[in-house]
C-alpha cells in the first residue's frame, strides 16, 4: 500500500466515524450528538488535510532551483513537525533543500513556500487568530478560538501571529485603491484618545526572573504587593499613564434630488504617532478619493495641533469646529449665569445656540464680551470665572472662520464629529482602554492598524491581500517597549 493509499484509508476511517454517529439509533441529546459531531468532523478535516499535504509534497518539482539570487538542490532529507490548521494539528513531512555552494547554511523548505505557511501554521489559522485579537484580549481570543477548533496556539505564538498580520496593516491600508462609487463631497474627521502603556517601572518588574513559588499563588501575589506596594497617586497625577492614539475618518457624500447621501465609503486610520503622521497619511488618502478636485469639509474638535496640522496639509479644506463641542462651552458660561438644570439656563443657551445657527458668530462673541466687562473683579470665584470666560471668547475669536454654521447646514453637510467620536470609541476604547491592559509602543501600533480595518469592513479584502504575499513569523514576539506619559 503507498504513503497516499493509506491516507485515503485514514479519511474512509474518519468520515464513516462520523457517520456512525449521526446514524446510530441510541437515544441522547442534540446537544450531545452535536458536540461530538463537531469533533468528528474536525477529525475528518485533520484527515483530508494530511490527504492534501502529502498529495502537495508528492507533486514533481525541479530537483535544481534558485531562491532569493542562490542555488538550491533538493535533498533525500526531509522534516517532520506539527502544522496548526483550522482543523486542528497535523504531522507535516516535507522535503528539505540545501544552497549549493555551502551546505552548512540553512535550509530552505520550498513546499511550505509554495503553500503560503506561517512558521508552522495556515494562514487561515493566523488570520483567524488575529482577527480575535484585533476584537478582544489576547486570552479571550485564544479561548474563543479553542471553542470551535478545539485547540489553540500558545500565548507565544498568538503574539507572533499580531506582530506579523499587523506589520502588513499599514501596508495594505496604504495601497488599497479609492473605491469606485464614491460621492462628490470629501469629509474628513480628526479625533484623539488615550490607551494605557506600559510604565518603565512596571517593564522592568515584568522583565525580572520568576522566584521559585511558595504556598499558593494567591499568598504569592499577596507577598508580591508588599514587596512593591503600589504608590498613592497624587492630585493631577495621570491614571493611566496614556499615549494619544490619533484617529482619521475619511468618507464622501452623495447629492441626490432629496440632499446629500451618506456617509459613504467610510475608511479609518489611526496611529500613535503624531498628529502630523496621521495627517500625512490622511492627505495620501484623500488625494486618492479627489482632495483638491471635489468639495473638502474638514471636522474636528478644539485641538490646536489638529488645526495647526490641518492648515498645512489641507488648506483648501473647509473648516468646521464641531457643533457640540461649542455648544458645550456655551452650556460652560450659561452656569456662570444661571442654575443648573434651570430653565432660565436651556433658555440663555438656546438664544446663542440660535445666533450660531444664524451665522451671527461675532454677534456671539461681541455678547460674551459684554457679559466679561459685567463680571465683578472680586467675589468667590470669580477669578475662575473670568479666565475660563476669557479663554473661551479667545476660541471662537480664533474659530470664527470654523464656525459658519448656517452655510454649512444651509447645504446639508455635517456639522459634528460623530462619526470620527463613534470611531475612536470603537477602533481605540473597546479594544486599546480595556480594565488591565498595559501596551508596548511597538504592539499597540499594529493592533491599532488591525483594528481600523476591522471597523472599515475591509478584513476579507485584507486576508485577499495577505494570501498573496509570504507572511513571515518572528522567531520571538515583539518586546513591550515603555512609555513614559508627560506630567
Avoid at 338 to 347: F, I, K, M
Wanted: charged share 30%; aromatic share 8%.
Amino acid at each position: 500500500m503507498t504513503n497516499l493509499d493509506e491516507k485515503r484509508r485514514e479519511v474512509q476511517h474518519a468520515f464513516e466515524a462520523a457517520l456512525k454517529w449521526a446514524d446510530s439509533g441510541e437515544r441522547r441529546p442534540f446537544f450531545a450528538f452535536e458536540k461530538e459531531l463537531w469533533t468528528l468532523l474536525l477529525a475528518v478535516g485533520r484527515a483530508l488535510t494530511v490527504l492534501f499535504l502529502a498529495r502537495q509534497v508528492a507533486r514533481a518539482r525541479a530537483v535544481q532551483y534558485r531562491f532569493e539570487g542562490r542555488a538550491f538542490s533538493m535533498s533525500d532529507k526531509h522534516r517532520t513537525t506539527e502544522l496548526g490548521t483550522r482543523f486542528g494539528k497535523v504531522q507535516f513531512t516535507r522535503p528539505v533543500a540545501r544552497q549549493v555552494s555551502d551546505h552548512r547554511a540553512r535550509v530552505d523548505l520550498p513546499v511550505e513556500r509554495e503553500l503560503g505557511l506561517c512558521g508552522g501554521f495556515s494562514l487561515g489559522t493566523v488570520v483567524g487568530i488575529v482577527r480575535l485579537a484585533a476584537m478582544m484580549a489576547f486570552a479571550q481570543a485564544r479561548h474563543t478560538f479553542r471553542e470551535f477548533h478545539e485547540w489553540a496556539p500558545s500565548p507565544r505564538a498568538a503574539l507572533r501571529m499580531v506582530d506579523a498580520v499587523g506589520a502588513e496593516a499599514k501596508p495594505f491600508l496604504e495601497q488599497a485603491p479609492a473605491p469606485d462609487d464614491d460621492g462628490e463631497v470629501l469629509v474628513i474627521q480628526v479625533d484623539g484618545r488615550g490607551a494605557p502603556m506600559i510604565t518603565p517601572t512596571e517593564r522592568e518588574r515584568r522583565a525580572r526572573a520568576h522566584e521559585k513559588r511558595t504556598g499558593t499563588r494567591r499568598a504569592q501575589r499577596r507577598t508580591r504587593r508588599r514587596a512593591h506596594p503600589r504608590p498613592r497617586r497624587r492630585q493631577g497625577d495621570k491614571s493611566k499613564n496614556a499615549k494619544v492614539a490619533v484617529v482619521g475618518v475619511i468618507y464622501t457624500l452623495r447629492k441626490t434630488r432629496s440632499g446629500y447621501e451618506g456617509p459613504i465609503n467610510k475608511r479609518l486610520i489611526g496611529t500613535f504617532e503624531s498628529h502630523r503622521a496621521l495627517m500625512r497619511w490622511l492627505r495620501q488618502q484623500a488625494d486618492k478619493r479627489g482632495y483638491g478636485r471635489k468639495r473638502t469639509l474638514f471636522l474636528a474638535d478644539g485641538s490646536e495641533h489638529i488645526w495647526r496640522e490641518k492648515d498645512e496639509f489641507f488648506p483648501s479644506a473647509e473648516g468646521c469646529l464641531d457643533w457640540y463641542h461649542v455648544v458645550e462651552k456655551l452650556w460652560e458660561v450659561g452656569r456662570f449665569l444661571h442654575a443648573d438644570d434651570s430653565a432660565a439656563l436651556t433658555r440663555w443657551v438656546d438664544a446663542r445656540k440660535k445666533l450660531l445657527r444664524e451665522g451671527k458668530i461675532w454677534q456671539l462673541i461681541d455678547g460674551l464680551a459684554h457679559l466679561r466687562r459685567q463680571m465683578p473683579n472680586t467675589g468667590p470665584g470669580t477669578k475662575t470665572k473670568r479666565q475660563r470666560l476669557d479663554n473661551i471668547i479667545l476660541h471662537f475669536g480664533e474659530h470664527a472662520d470654523h464656525m459658519r454654521y448656517d452655510r454649512f447646514r444651509e447645504d446639508g453637510l455635517d456639522i459634528g464629529t460623530g462619526a470620527v467620536e463613534g470611531a475612536v470609541r470603537n477602533v481605540v476604547a473597546m479594544r486599546l482602554d480595556g480594565p488591565g491592559m498595559r501596551w508596548g509602543r511597538e504592539r499597540s501600533e499594529l493592533v491599532l492598524h488591525l483594528r481600523c480595518i476591522l471597523v472599515s469592513g475591509q478584513w476579507n479584502d485584507f486576508v485577499d491581500y495577505l494570501a498573496r504575499r509570504n507572511v513571515t513569523l518572528r522567531a520571538q514576539p515583539i518586546e513591550a517597549s515603555p512609555h513614559a506619559a508627560a506630567a
